[in-house]
């Protein structure tokens, strides 16, 4: 974990001033608001290995009467210890049987390339004449696969997301990117399924839902009373908190007597818009942009004292090199005041599609795969 600037070591990391400092795309609002917040870079140290080593899973299925044996690479931790408080991602599976579809399908799950290899079972080695050479069933069981394979990418998912609002969305060479974009081609695959990311900006992302302009929606959005009133929300995917962020030669605490007379932004239309002028209106000068990224910049330009804004934002900004000044500022603000929870969002009454996204959801959090998203943008968990 890179130390905060007052230790001396620099923290200043490229890839997060590439994911975080690109313009946002015309007529798009960097978005968010009521998202999530994350422990303070310091505290992570330690607590996670950075160099993550493969291991192989090996998962067995009983199709009798032969046994199909497939290898996942997936990444894995080299020490435990050092991985908390991560899960550590491997998995044992007992042989068990399964149903030929469910075989396919959970196959089909996995991004990887699988390596077979075929065991006879005693069972089959007593039937008379089944001399069948192993290359032959590992090629009847590619063909088995590539039968099913259409009917399972038949359903398209489309999935709206903002776009501006790193490192959970943003866009990279023109291509939507970031945790919640890889998040959600994930649970398309898990629902055996494939994914259409939609940008849309953030004043419109929910009544774009509603309007069925997609299904469902990946783009860190808390769920609060108001936005229950008109669609459901699955249950979170990450945990975040609020933080200000600002220059610490300047201010020790966030109190609103330390902030009295300064001036302080945020993302218009946000949880953390209404918790400022709800708190903070009375005693400093609150300024709203239409974008994060814009808030930020009148901090860098100092034109701002203080951002409030996601901690797990924050935490990507404080490692880019315009945010070597800044550090957080006082404690984050309560749990649920702003609301800290990311949910996936669906249209109000979608059950099929809610209890679906929460089963691919568990299975990535079981296979390993949100764990491996995890780790590609945050040495810590969010979860």
């Known amino acids: 974990m890179p130390a905060s600037h007052h230790g001396g070591q620099a923290r200043f990391r490229p890839e997060a001033r590439e994911r975080f400092l690109p313009s946002p795309i015309a007529g798009q609002p ?32 009983s199709c009798s009467p032969v046994q199909l044996r497939f290898q996942l690479e997936l990444p894995a931790c080299s020490d435990i210890n050092t991985c908390n408080p991560l899960l550590p991602m491997i998995i044992h599976a007992p042989l068990h049987l399964v149903s030929t579809y469910d075989f396919i399908s959970h196959a089909l799950a996995y991004d990887r390339t699988l390596s077979i290899s075929i065991h006879q079972t005693p069972q089959y080695q007593q039937y008379p004449g089944n001399h069948m050479r192993p290359a032959s069933l590992v090629f009847i069981f590619i063909a088995v696969v590539l039968l099913f394979q259409p009917a399972f990418a ?16 943003y866009v990279k060479n023109g291509e939507p990117a970031g945790f919640d974009v890889e998040l959600a081609k994930e649970l398309c695959k898990a629902m055996q399924g494939e994914c259409k990311i939609i940008l849309v900006p953030w004043d419109d992302i929910i009544t774009g839902l509603i309007n069925k302009r997609y299904d469902f929606v990946v783009a860190s959005m808390a769920r609060t009373e108001e936005r229950d009133k008109l669609i459901d929300f699955t249950t979170p995917y990450y945990r975040s ?12 605490s966030s109190s609103p007597e330390q902030l009295e007379g300064k001036i302080l932004t945020t993302q218009n239309k946000t949880v953390q818009a209404d918790y400022l002028i709800k708190h903070y209106g009375s005693v400093a000068k609150i300024v709203l942009f239409d974008t994060l990224a814009e808030s930020f910049h009148a901090l860098i330009r100092g034109e701002a004292d ?39 969002a669906v249209r109000e009454g979608d059950h099929e599609l809610k209890n679906k996204l929460e ?10 795969i949100y764990e491996r998203i995890n780790r590609r943008y945050f040495p810590f968990s969010v979860y």
């Open 30 to 61: 960097n978005g968010t608001g009521d998202r999530a917040a994350a422990p303070h870079p310091k505290a992570a140290k330690g607590q996670a290995s950075r160099h993550a080593h493969g291991y192989c899973r090996t998962v067995w299925i």
């Open 154 to 169: 038949q359903t398209t998912y489309r999935v709206g997301t903002e776009g501006g609002y790193p490192p959970f969305n």
């Open 241 to 252: 908190r609020t933080n200000f962020i600002g220059n610490p030669a300047h201010l020790s």
């Open 306 to 344: 203080a951002v409030l804004t996601d901690s797990l934002v924050g935490y990507e900004f404080l490692q880019t090199e315009p945010g070597q000044p800044f550090d957080y500022i006082g404690q984050p603000l309560n749990t649920n005041d702003p609301s800290s929870e990311a949910c996936i």
């Open 359 to 368: 089963r691919a959801l568990q299975t990535l959090r079981l296979n390993g």
